[in-house]
Each structure stands twice: as C-alpha cells, then as structure tokens.
C-alpha cells in the first residue's frame, strides 16, 4: 500500500466539518419541526441530496417524487444565475412553495425547495389539473390536501422567514458537503500517486496519473504538465487533456517567461481569476474569455522539475486557495515520482548502452570485416538515440578528403558523392578541430552546406573519430524520432562509440580500451545508486575491493575476479526500486519495510538480466544476502548451495556495514567487526572464507582506510546480524 504524508492529509482534511456536518443535520430537523413545513435540497443537477424528516409533510413528498417538478425546479434555478435578487417563492394553483438558490463562490450550487403552503383551499379542478400536470395520481394527492390545514397569512409569513434560515443552514450544510468531497477526492489522489510510484517507473504513466488525478479532483475544464528538458532552460509539456496537438507539440516556454515560466523560475504557485489579465500571461485572448486557472510548481529536493497547469473550472467559477493547498500537496508526491523515474529511466538508458558497448566490443573482436562493424556501429547508435539519419565518414589519405562509409537514411547520390575536406561543412570542420558539434533544429549555423530551408533542419550531432590525436573520420547523427533535440549525453554517448570506431580502424589495444570503458560504467552505475544516500556512497566501490581482495587470496581465475568485481559493483543496483521513505529511514524498519528492502536483489537481478553478458553474474547478485546457516533472502539457501562468488560478497558486504557511520551510530572499531565475523562464521557466514579475510587483516594485507572511503553505509534490516 502507497504511504500517504499525514501532514497534508491533515492540511486538506478537518475533521471538526464533520462535528459542524452533523449539527447542521439537527438544525434543519428542528426549523422542519417548529414551522410545520417541508423541505428538500437538491443539487444543481436535480439529484436529492437531503430531506427533512421530522415533519410529515405528504403534499411536499408527492411532488418531490415528481421528476417534472423537479425539472421545473431546475430550469427556475438556471434563471436564478447571475441575477442580484432572484425571485424566492411562486404559487401553483392556490398552492405556496419557496425555492433559494444556495451558491458558492458566487456560483448556484444547488437549491431549497419548501412547501408548498395553502393560500386557500385548492378546488376540484385546481387538483386534477396539478396531479396531471405533474404526473401525480389524483386521489393520492387529494388525500395529501385533505390531511393538511390552510396556511394564514402569519403561518406563510413565519415559514418564510423560518424557511430563510433554513437555506443559510442548507447553504453551509452544502459548502461541507462539497469539502467533504472534495477532501476525499484528494485523499484517494494522493493515494493513486503514491500507488503510482511504488508500482510504476514508466515516467509516461506517472505523468498521465498525476495529471488525470488534478483534473477529477479539481473538476476543471484543462490542464496540462510540464517538464524543464535537459539544459534547464525550457519548459514543453509532457502530458495534458484538453488541449490540440498542436498547441502540446509546439509549446515551449522559457524559464521566467509566461505565467508557467515565471513558477518555475519562483518555484511559487500562482492563482488566476477569471476574466483578469495578468501582467506574466501570454495569452491572446480577450479578457472576458479568460477562464480561472492555477498554476504550481513540481519541487522535488528543493529543485523545481517542472509545472502543472490547471485551466477552467467545470461550472465557471474561480478556483480557490483551498485547490492550491490541494494541487501543490499532489504537485510534491508528483515531483518526487518523476525524479525516481527519470533516474530509473537514466539507469535502463546506462544497462543498454552497456549492452550495446559489450556487443561492439565482441563484434571487434569476432569480425575481420570492418565496413560490417561499421555498420553495425551505426544502426545500433541511432537505435540507442532514437535517431532516423546517420553516416559514418572516413579520412582518404591520399587526397585527405571525408568520404561516405556506412549511412543509413541517406541518398544513394548523395553517399557516392559526398567529398569533403578539411574545413568544408560541419563534417570537414568537425575533423579539422577534432572537437563535437551539436546542432539543434531550426538553427543554421555559418559551415552548413545544406540548401535546406531553416524550418526544414533537423538536429543532429557530428563528432571526430580520433585514434592518436589523428582525425580518421567524422560520424554523423542526424532527424531524433519525434523531430526533437539531442542533448549534451547524446553527444558524450556518441563520442564514445566514435572512440570505438576509430580503435576499430587502428585495431590497437582494443581489449583494454573497451574493458576500462566497461569497468568505468559500471562503476558508475554503481556511484549513481550508492549517491541516493550520503550514507552509503562508497559502499559498492569498498565491498568490491574487499571480495577482489578474498578471491585473489583464494587464487581465483582471472575471469573469476572479474566477474566478482562486476557483482561487487552492481550487487546493490536494485534499491533504485526502493522508496526513499525506507531507504533513508534513519532507524529500525518495521515488518513490511524489511520486507521491501529484501527485495533488492530480486530487483536488481530484474534490470541486469536482458544484459546477455551479465548472465554469469546474476545468481552472485541475487543470493548475496543468503545465510551460509540457511535462513537469509531470498530463497533461503545454506552451505554449498550458495554461490561461491555470493558467499565472498557477503563477508565483504557485512564488513563495510559494521566498520561505516550510520545516522544513528559510529562505525564499529576493525578489530570488533572482524571479532563479530569470527563469532558468526559457520551460521552466517562461510566459515573457510570468514576464516581468510581475517587472516588478510591480521596480517596487514588488507586494511580498512576510512579516509580514503570516506562517506558510510547505513544498515539495510533488522533480521541479519551485519548486512549492507
């Protein structure tokens, strides 16, 4: 179940309105008694929404089981708005009745009928044409007058009057009535978010959710969803209902420009009236079509993400302070899941170009045929970049002229064709600086050569394939899928797949180059994971060094280390699943939060297994939190059951958790956490591998450098003596 914020359920939800829903209830009961008069609420719709009950007043119940008189009622009450006096009673054939309207601000929200009362005694004729009328039988409501006195004139007066205070009670009993409502529209809101961000890191739904929930709760008209892109400059919109293709394609607002840009920029929430211009707003419409609208802001860590615009209110009202209060607690548990979801959105990015790395990194070592390596580089880059259009150009020695290799999306003319030199074009500038150029759409810079017309330009990147401080090429990327800019990782991603190229073309220290880059991402990856808590950064780097440390003295294989090194990195990768609420929980976890928790390395192994080259090292991952005595997650293993690689993690992952700072205590001197691996070897841990690592320490071989380590580790449950 999603976790709510009891602060902002508090905020939005006052249980005294339930003490004043239910006095009010009483009043109306005692007014309906002492004046001898009934009445029913109803809202602007027709629909009942109370009755009186301690006074028998059979006419009234006749009629308000009439759905014509109800209509009627209606269509009187749509007359009643915007008028400054509206009419407050009207007679039907010797028959009295009362209708107010009830408003809220300053709109008709429903209305009070009452009555009727008798001016005189109704003929014959009078109550056969009413019963016809309003489809009534006539015997029944010649009974219902038979059994009901004439009103006097000081009778009809007084229940005016009494019918007056009546609709003051009504009046608020509704304006509680839609609060109430509305307070558990946000409560079920905010539910649905906080469901959405344990359930779901599609960013794509999350803004959907987020979105339809403000629009339902707040009962407007519009709205839409904005996100900043990349270089923090812009806002375009992301998600919105009600509004064209066009106006959601082409909007794109500067930071501090418009209403949506100057909250961002503030990070404070603004409220519009309708029919008021503002000096920040943009728009072209007149004043008086100006609908009511707020705009909020999506803070999460004290960063603005992006805005949420909602425009125009169902029943043409204003918004209020009480819908900000409501949009901005959605707006808070919204930022906070589109942050989780962009980092996870991040790390699935990170796991293919990992994948798309190592696949490279075999195709150069398999085949001898570098025009198929290029070509692979290529379709699999625009693949990975969502790209239509690319080329990969090559340096002629002879005439140093850029020349067309591979391309994909291109003119077979204009492959044959295309010379240029050094210098010339993007391209022959690109290769003569030997520095990356990105181009974003609609802009034409002074190298093109392109007869294109400038709303015609797509973005594209070029970058230098250098081997040596040597230009051997140029590759080029052009037309992202959905004609929208590549940013600055695009680039840094394709330099790198440049750098491969160009060390396919000179086939010197392949192996090592690619390696390193391996090695180095998942190091990354890891950094990126560790950083969500400043207690645990550093945390996969050190239990890495400790289980290279354990295999090494276990005179392990190369290609062993090597994937112990691998799981070391990665073996925590699966708390990007975990909520920030329990991951940074400060102290003990309760029940259900451990139960989460033990779940990360089923996670984990969940975002490393379609990486074909990582299939070695997922049973590492997924049973480093086993117990060599049986009893740890998440199978329960014991023994030799337990992967060997899983056992060596486990020793170095309790060791780093028991000598690290934790919010609620110091890091555990050396010579105590090793006493407690001694203490538990052969229960916890494996006791031949318990047995090498403290036999490292003893003698010198291995060391606990905190300084060089520096940021901790917090524990991760409360079953397992030292688990990290």
Known sequence: MASLDVNSIKEVLDLSQIIDYALQERLQSVVSTAGEISFSILDNSGALISQSADYDGHLHQLFMKSKIFRDSMIKRLQRMQGRKKARRKFTEKDLLFFIYPLYMEKVIIGCLIAGPKFTRKPSAENIESLAKKYGILPGLFQKAIDDTEKSTKEQIHTGESLVGVTADIANRFCHERIRADRNIATVGSLYNIGMALTSTLKIEDLLQTVLDNAIMLLEAEKGSLMLLDDSGEYLSISVAYGLSDEIIKNTRTKLGEGIAGKVAQEGKPRLLEKGVKVQDSKTERRVEEL????????????????????????????????????????????????????????????????????????????????????????????????????????????????????????????????????????????????????????????????????????????????????????????????????????????????????????????HQNIQELFVGSIRALA???????????????????????????????????????????????????????????????????????????????????????????????????????????????????????????????????????????????????????RKNRGTQFDPAIADIFIALFESGELTCNLEEFKLPIQKLDNQFNYNG
């Not at 354990?550 to 708390?575: F, P, Q, S």
Request: one cysteine or more; hydrophobic letters at 40%; a neutral charge.
């Open 291 to 510: 609908p009511s609208a707020i705009s909020v802001p999506l803070i999460s860590k004290k960063r603005v993400v992006g805005v949420v615009n909602i425009n125009g209110r169902k029943d043409g009202g204003n918004f209020t302070a009480e819908h900000v209060t409501m949009l901005t607690v959605m707006g808070a548990q919204a930022a906070v899941a589109i942050e989780n979801a962009k980092l996870y959105t991040w790390l699935t990015r990170k796991v293919d170009e990992l994948s798309f790395l190592l696949e490279i990194s075999n195709d150069l070592n398999s085949v001898l045929d570098r025009r198929i390596v290029f070509k692979k580089i290529l379709t699999r880059a625009m693949a990975l970049m969502d790209a239509n259009t690319g080329s990969l150009m090559l340096m002629d020695p002879d005439t140093c002229e850029l020349y067309i290799e591979v391309a994909v999306g291109l003119p077979e003319k204009i492959i044959k064709d295309t010379r240029l030199k050094l210098g010339e074009g993007i391209a022959g500038k690109v290769a003569m600086e030997k520095k990356p150029r990105l181009l974003k759409k609609g802009v034409k810079v002074q190298e093109s050569k392109t007869e294109r017309k400038v709303e015609e330009l797509k973005s594209a990147i070029s970058v230098p394939l250098i081997v040596i401080d040597k230009a051997l090429g140029v590759l080029n990327i052009s037309d992202k899928v959905g004609n929208d800019n590549f940013n600055k990782d695009d680039m840094e991603l394709l330099v790198l797949l440049a750098n491969q190229a160009a060390v396919a073309v000179e086939n010197t220290q392949l």
């Open 527 to 677: 950094n990126a994971i560790d950083a969500r808590d400043p207690y645990t950064r550093g945390h996969s780097e050190r239990v890495t060094q400790y289980s290279m440390k354990i295999a090494e003295a276990m005179k392990l294989d190369r290609m062993e280390l090597e994937y112990i090194r691998y799981a070391g990195l990665l073996h925590d990768i699966g708390k990007i699943r975990i909520r920030d609420d329990i991951l940074l929980k400060p102290g003990k976890f309760t029940d259900d939060e451990f139960m989460v928790m033990c779940k990360h390395p089923v996670y984990g192994v969940g975002i490393m297994e379609p990486v074909k080259a990582f299939q070695r090292i997922l049973p590492y991952m997924y049973h480093h939190h086993e117990r060599y005595g049986k009893g740890g997650y998440p199978e329960g293993l014991g023994g030799s059951e337990i992967p060997l690689a899983s056992r060596i993690l486990a020793v170095a992952d309790a060791f780093d958790a028991m000598t690290s700072d934790r919010p609620y205590r110091k890091a555990l001197p050396v010579e105590i956490a090793l006493e407690e691996i």
